[in-house]
């Protein structure tokens, strides 16, 4: 899907712009802003530009009303520019240019209401949102983001004097509008496809000279934290991202939220790693209520009977040997292999090689009164209430492998491995254990 399919599929997924609906958009010349107006021109709905003047940048600041003023003289479209003494205003009240202009912006805006404004943040804007909120501290509320959909309310609905010229140019009310509906439909966005897509279509744009100064918090983020937290992970931006999309979600609707972690709390018990994609995968897979129907996960298989969830832990006669001498090989029933990276599943585990310290990995049948730490839960637990909770039947629990080290139970495959054994990270090395399937 291309950027202009990708903005089309948000605005009509969240009907951002109903039929016959007056579009203000926001264009201040750079580029993210041009991009919108140009897509959102190619779609034919009844456009009006906006461009504030914020005084901040002097001849640089004329140069981009001229060039906002071209571009939509060329388009066809009208374009009604303003301005304002931000760094004024901003010494007035006491608060920083940002937010200054923020101010004056909302302020400009309402001249047009009850129009729609339209706004060109991108992905990237929503990353920097994260981290200067996470910085000033916040709940997950301020972590979720900007939402593709704002009403902002405005408690005083007194004329406003600073835009009134340019609310009797434009026929809008010179009272300002209580709400101020602002649409973003290219939140998911990157900006480096936003400029790909400009240089393919050829369509010029303003650079901004203070994107490069990284004494502005914003421009610090975009260029020195996302690319360090790129090389900690090359997806850091996309997880991030997505878990905004979470929060946000989740405010929305509470119910789901406290339902995923009901599922994700229910995932650990059973030894599963509760990635976001395997807890969705799971509440999907609980919704449905008629018949019994199954579900293999990491190697695990879930039950799912009318409704009520459970899990089939009873492995295939494969598995088993009926050799039960407890001083039996470690590669009768388990595999060994040293390497890195954590496996992830029943009936294969990661254990710490560095815990294992060169001591011989055994096999053994369970004994009366044995007890291990399980991964991810609080003290330790009897086996014999392990195998009760997995419905492990009492004929099997005798021939089932229990691996220890050092006199201490590490994994019981089928379940989970022992507290104090887990990687820290993907790149720790590790001794991996296999359930052997060679001996049927």
């Not at 897509?39 to 001849?59: D, E, Q």
């Not at 706004?119 to 910085?135: I, M, P």
């Not at 309310?153 to 209580?178: C, Y």
């Not at 407890?326 to 040293?338: D, H, N, P, R, W």
Request: with cysteine; proline share 4%; hydrophobic share 40%.
């Amino acid at each position: 899907m291309n950027l202009i399919e990708k903005v089309k599929a948000v605005i009509e997924r969240e009907n951002l712009i109903p039929a016959d609906t007056h579009v203000v958009v926001g264009v201040s010349g750079g580029a993210d802003s041009v991009a919108l107006l140009h897509i959102l021109h190619r779609f034919g709905y009844r456009l009006t530009a906006a461009h504030l003047n914020h005084s901040i940048r002097g001849a640089e600041a004329d140069g981009d009303e001229a060039f906002v003023k071209a571009l939509c003289k060329k388009l066809g479209i009208k374009c009604v520019a303003a301005k304002t003494d931000v760094p004024a205003l901003a010494k007035e009240k006491g608060i920083s240019l940002e937010m200054a202009a923020r101010e004056a912006r909302h302020e400009f805006f309402r001249t047009f209401a009850p129009a729609r404004i339209a706004l060109a943040h991108h992905a990237d804007d929503q990353l920097e949102t994260f981290f200067l909120r996470a910085a000033r501290g916040t709940g997950p509320s301020g972590l979720s983001g900007m939402r593709s959909f704002q009403c902002l309310e405005n408690v005083d609905a007194t004329p406003s004097s600073r835009f009134s010229d340019t609310a009797d140019a434009t026929g809008a009310s010179r009272l300002r509008s209580r709400t101020l509906t602002l649409i973003r439909p290219m939140l998911g966005i990157r900006r480096t496809e936003i400029i790909q897509w400009l240089e393919t279509e050829k369509i010029e744009w303003c650079e901004d000279a203070t994107n490069t100064d990284e004494t502005i918090s914003r421009n610090f983020i975009r260029r020195q934290l996302l690319p360090m937290f790129g090389k900690l992970n090359e997806r850091a931006a996309e997880n991030i991202l997505r878990t905004m999309e979470i929060l946000r979600d989740e405010e929305d609707h509470p119910e789901k939220a406290a339902r995923r972690r009901e599922i994700r709390d229910w995932l650990i018990e059973q030894g599963v790693t509760p990635t976001f994609d395997a807890v969705e995968q799971v509440v999907s897979f609980s919704e449905k209520t008629s018949g019994t129907q199954f579900l293999d996960l990491e190697g695990l298989r879930l039950v799912n009977e009318y409704g009520k969830l459970s899990v089939d832990a009873t492995p295939s006669s494969r598995y088993m040997h009926e050799e039960r001498d407890e001083g039996v090989a470690s590669t009768l029933f388990i595999k060994t292999e040293e390497g890195v990276g954590i496996l992830r599943g029943s009936w294969c585990a990661s254990v710490s090689l560095a815990k294992v310290a060169g001591r011989e990995v055994a096999v053994r049948a369970a004994r009366p009164g044995d007890r291990m730490e399980p991964y991810g839960m609080e003290g330790s637990k009897k086996l014999q209430d392990i195998f009760t909770d997995l419905k492990i039947p009492k004929a099997q629990r005798e021939q089932w492998p229990i691996v220890e080290c050092g006199g201490e139970i590490v994994w019981l495959p089928g379940y989970r491995i022992a507290r104090g054994w887990e990687l820290s990270s993907d790149s720790e090395p590790a001794l991996h254990l296999f359930v052997n399937e060679d001996w049927a």
